[in-house]
């Protein structure tokens, strides 16, 4: 697992529709949307994302889940990056000079905090601040499946070096919100605009089909040895907490 960020690393939100509130909430989930190109305000730049899921143990849908919230980020720890001044508020300190160079984000998966959600202007909710809890920040069980998304697994299943471990990806990958789907692999759909798979993925793409291509045949003495070394040879021959009351 790979998930870190940092400071030379590099927000839209929602799930079900919560209203504007303060909530006691908890982070289950975790995704490596990867880097992709982005315009803002006609400049082109590479942005590499992640995603924040939040559960809402006090606000129940009708099956009884908790309501879910998410934040997307660029994957940097910069002095005005949104997602250093988010895990600041969260755990109520500074980050360190050491964990400046890199942060393990697997350690959020389970922390309690607070958070704002407010209506953005298309009246959909978004999440505004995330603070220190009222009670403490803690890590606690989760009710949803604490999942974390990890690009670098789900790229070896395209890349020729499939394993358990992309297979995981692979599932966690289809219980995704579809535009965070599209963001990591593209979406080529009948009726939508095209979406380029990221960065990695793309290259994960390239290395398969390289792996794929067949070699060519060797000619003359190279081709005559070739061919008599594939001739039978019938020879025998869980994140501990440590003594500090922030979990992260």
């Not at 990056?81 to 755990?91: E, G, H, I, K, V």
């Not at 920040?137 to 789900?154: A, C, G, H, P, W």
């Not at 790229?155 to 990806?169: L, P, Q, Y």
Request: hydrophobic share 35%.
């Amino acid at each position: 697992m790979a998930l870190t960020t940092s400071i030379g690393s590099g927000g839209e939100s929602s799930f079900e529709s919560v209203p504007p509130g303060s909530y006691e909430a908890v982070c289950y989930r975790l995704v490596d949307a990867g880097t992709a190109e982005e315009d803002y305000k006609g400049e082109i730049s590479k942005k590499h994302k992640l995603y924040i899921f939040w559960e809402i143990p006090e606000l129940k849908l009708d099956d009884g889940r908790p309501y879910s919230i998410f934040n997307g980020y660029t994957n940097s720890l910069n002095e005005r990056s949104n997602l250093r001044r988010d895990l600041q508020a969260w755990r109520n300190k500074p980050f360190s000079d050491e964990e400046l160079e890199e942060f393990d984000l697997t350690k959020l998966l389970g922390v309690t905090c607070k958070i704002n959600v407010v209506m953005n202007a298309n009246g959909n909710p978004k999440i505004s601040g995330v603070f220190s809890s009222d009670n403490g920040v803690k890590r606690v069980k989760t009710i949803n499946e604490s999942q974390i998304f990890d690009l670098e697994d789900y790229c070896k299943e395209f890349s020729g070096d499939a394993c358990a471990e992309s297979k995981v990806a692979c599932d966690n990958f289809e219980t995704l919100p579809r535009f965070v789907q599209w963001r990591i692999a593209g979406c080529d759909e009948n009726g939508k605009d095209p979406v380029e798979p990221c960065f990695e993925v793309k290259a994960a793409y390239k290395k398969g089909l390289a792996a794929l291509a067949p070699l060519p045949e060797k000619t003359g003495l190279g081709g005559i040895a070739s061919s008599q070394a594939k001739k039978p040879n019938n020879s025998v021959a869980e994140p501990l907490i440590d003594d500090d009351d922030i979990p992260f």
